[in-house]
């Protein structure tokens, strides 16, 4: 199983603040299977990114993520009010089992 | 926009199992994996498996083995999990969820989510 190891575990940042989250793989994953998504209290998680850089449909540009190997970047650059929420790294390689980061609490300051 | 519908809360026992259903659109069920994602109380997202309605090939989490069972309904295009021997540790939202990739290779990513089902797991 590919561990996902994000950091920090949280962040507390003021809105127009630039965040920037990471998720460090066991093993190297092709970037094609690595994924965001934000999730909300009391909502279903949403995808942001998908392919490791792509963003999903309806997200705002400013979420952008990056990384290859065992090294993936989110960042979300002028926080928004509503940006404050949980973060999580997923891999979906088909060769392994799927796999989610622990969690990024962003925080309002 | 596309509406994947779950069954309703659940309490079990220690013991039980749990069958959990998840409706999906009927113009593309055979074209999406559909996966099972779990989420205890104040913790994060635990990936259970997935079922490819098309042939009814599952993959499920290593910690799952021999208790996750998943299965199609292709008349009523509704997917369904069981999970048995409940413990109390098995307390947590179920969702279902797909992606929206026509490839199946990158359909490990998840789109849309249904709404969640609560297992709740207690004596």
């Known amino acids: 199983e590919i561990v996902l190891l994000q950091s920090p575990d949280a962040l507390s940042l003021s809105p127009g603040e630039s965040a920037t989250l990471s998720c460090r793989a066991s093993?190297?994953?092709?970037?094609?299977?690595l994924a965001w998504y934000q999730q909300r209290p009391g909502q279903a998680p949403r995808v942001l990114i998908y392919g490791a850089s792509s963003r999903a449909t309806g997200v705002p540009d400013r979420f952008s993520a990056s990384g290859t190997g065992t090294d993936f970047t989110l960042t979300i650059s002028s926080l928004e009010p509503e940006d404050f929420a949980v973060y999580y790294c997923q891999q979906y390689s088909k060769s392994v089992s799927i796999t989610f980061g622990q969690g990024t609490r962003l925080d309002i300051k | 926009q596309v509406q994947l519908v779950q069954s309703a809360t659940e309490v079990k026992k220690p013991g039980d199992s749990v069958r959990l259903s998840c409706e999906a659109p009927g113009d593309t069920f055979t074209n999406h994996l559909i996966h099972w994602v779990r989420q205890a109380p104040g913790q994060g997202l635990q990936w259970v498996g997935s079922?490819?309605?098309?042939?009814?090939?599952?993959e499920n989490a290593e910690r799952f083995q021999g208790r996750v069972s998943m299965t199609t309904d292709t008349s009523t295009t509704t997917v369904y999990m069981e999970l048995s021997n409940l413990i109390p540790e098995d307390t947590a939202v179920y969702y279902c969820?797909?992606?929206?990739?026509?490839?199946?290779?990158?359909?490990?990513?998840?789109?849309?989510w249904g709404q969640g089902s609560l297992v709740t797991v207690s004596s």
């Open positions: 969820a797909r992606s929206d990739s026509v490839l199946r290779f990158l359909q490990g990513y998840l789109y849309f």
């Open positions: 093993q190297s994953i092709s970037s094609t299977y």
């Open positions: 079922i490819d309605p098309l042939g009814g090939h599952t």
